[in-house]
């Protein structure tokens, strides 16, 4: 299917453990960027790539780790969950040249 | 610190009224600005955006207007239907190549009957 997945969906794990969120899109598109999304927060940037191969940090990068090694994927790696990294993530991307950002459904993740 | 604001957490307009839908921002560098909406459950889809080089975009039921000098931009619906109850989020740009944005904290709109 064209556009942007995300897997899973929800998932729930516990504290300490690994888990990685996947971000999957179809349009080549050159940027792609993870957010969470909290209440009274709104979303903020966690992570965003120009490229494959290229990283860089967003407002909130403690306790996370991306990689993209081909310009469709870009997942996102918690490596010790914590219970104050349970929200909403939502990966996007866009085009090099553009603002406006496609989004996808979305990961809710409960850390207990 | 949080360099845009949507002061309002929720908002209640009946359907055919107009839905006015405000948001601030204290960064004057910003030079792009987008409306997205967002569906439970679902992800933030584009909805409208505005140059900071412009004071006004149309889009067939949805405005933005910008004030620069009050660094305030607000988005207008109208007629308001039962469909665009949702959450609205206003984002903030600086030209750069990345162009990342800036979000604020959500309106939630109700369109009543």
């Known amino acids: 299917d064209a556009g942007i997945t995300q897997s899973p969906r929800y998932k729930i794990t516990e504290t300490g453990r690994q888990v990685t969120l996947m971000c999957h899109q179809t349009w080549s598109h050159s940027y792609m960027f993870w957010y969470r999304q909290d209440l009274g927060h709104g979303l903020r940037l966690i992570y965003y790539s120009a490229a494959a191969d290229i990283t860089d940090k967003g407002e909130v990068p403690d306790g996370y780790v991306v990689s993209r090694s081909k310009t469709e994927n870009f997942p996102l790696t918690l490596e010790s969950a914590t219970r104050s990294q349970t929200s909403v993530y939502f990966c996007a991307s866009k085009v090099g040249h553009s603002y406006e950002q496609y989004f996808g459904p979305g990961t809710r993740l409960t850390v207990t | 610190d949080q360099q845009v604001k949507q002061n309002s957490p929720s908002l209640s307009v009946q359907e055919g009224r107009i839905s006015i839908l405000n948001c601030d921002y204290t960064?004057?560098?910003?030079?792009?600005f987008l409306w997205y909406k967002k569906y439970p459950a679902e992800g933030p889809t584009f909805l409208i955006s505005i140059s900071s080089i412009k004071d006004k975009n149309e889009d067939g039921r949805f405005t933005v207007f910008l004030n620069k000098s009050a660094k305030h931009l607000s988005l207008h619906i109208v007629p308001s239907q039962p469909g665009d109850s949702a959450v609205y989020f206003c984002?903030?740009?600086?030209?750069?190549?990345?162009?990342?944005?800036?979000f604020g904290t959500g309106t939630r709109l109700q369109v009543t009957l």
């Open positions: 960064n004057s560098m910003f030079d792009y």
């Open positions: 984002a903030a740009s600086l030209l750069s190549t990345a162009s990342k944005l800036t």
